[in-house]
């Protein structure tokens, strides 16, 4: 015949590890989940990161060739055609002077045919002035 007080022991002892099973079990889920986030932040921030130097570099092309970049324009990256970019132009108003606004974004096209936005660059440009 077995002890009561054993009994009640070893059921305290079954409650004791089945608590800390779930305790554990939801420290790994945990862990889990906070690793798919960082991983997902890295890779995204690859892709922001990857936009800016793209950017970089046609910004770069354009001063040097001289391009007039107050018209709207936009085209492919060379050597990645999931890449692209559209320059926009907007007429502005600052303080009372005629401004452009040109407006540079870069994108990305999925696998998937999704279109995600990576990278915005605003600035403003003084119009032509006519000669008199």
């Not at 994108?107 to 000669?131: A, N």
Request: hydrophobic share 45%.
């Amino acid at each position: 015949m077995t002890h009561p007080y054993s009994t009640v022991r070893r059921s305290v002892l079954l409650v004791e590890v089945l608590a800390a099973v779930l305790i554990l079990g939801g420290s790994v889920v945990a862990l889990l989940v906070a690793q798919s986030r960082a991983v997902q932040q890295s890779v995204a921030n690859r892709q922001v990161e990857r936009a800016s130097t793209l950017a970089a570099e046609l910004l770069a092309a354009w001063r040097l060739e001289k391009t007039d970049i107050r018209i709207q324009d936009e085209g492919v990256f060379e050597g990645d055609p999931n890449w692209f970019w559209r320059r926009t132009v907007e007429q502005d108003d600052l303080a009372g002077i005629a401004v452009l606004r040109i407006t540079l974004t870069v994108h990305q096209q999925g696998s998937d045919g999704s279109i995600t936005e990576y990278g915005r660059w605003d600035w403003l440009e003084l119009p032509d002035v006519p000669d008199e």
